[in-house]
């Protein structure tokens, strides 16, 4: 599977923005898919997760009920709407993909496939 993310951006405080994840491949349906994010000198950190069929999602505290995780398994992409952004979600976001359970989906060592990132910057 190859990710490509896309839709990050300069945006200001309180704004939105939505990332896309398009994958490659006949598999994608197959995979549960996640978001990260990394900030200058930090390490990555989880963001959301999306099972397989779509049918349930997982949220870092920092980011519960701002952002929304979603996906379109015909069109072989993923989402991810933010909303009342801020300006700590400022970093690098990124796309993988895993077969891990939900007991890992936090770790990023357990995602195989990675996009190349998408840089989010929120301006205060």
């Known amino acids: 599977v190859q990710l490509q993310a896309s839709g990050g951006g300069l945006v200001q405080a309180g704004g939105s923005l939505r990332l896309s994840c398009a994958a490659s491949?006949?598999?994608?349906?197959?995979?549960?898919m996640g978001w990260f994010r990394q900030a200058p000198g930090k390490e990555r950190e989880f963001v959301a997760t999306i099972t397989s069929n779509g049918g349930s999602t997982n949220y870092a505290d920092s980011v519960k009920g701002r952002f929304t995780m979603s996906r379109d398994n015909a069109k072989n992409t993923a989402y991810l709407q933010m909303n009342s952004l801020k300006p700590e979600d400022t970093a690098v976001y990124y796309c993988?993909?895993?077969?891990?359970?939900?007991?890992?989906?936090?770790?990023?060592?357990?995602?195989?496939?990675w996009g190349q990132g998408t840089l989010v910057t929120v301006s205060s």
């Open positions: 491949g006949r598999t994608f349906s197959t995979y549960r």
């Open positions: 993988a993909a895993s077969r891990t359970v939900l007991s890992g989906s936090r770790n990023p060592g357990n995602y195989y496939y």
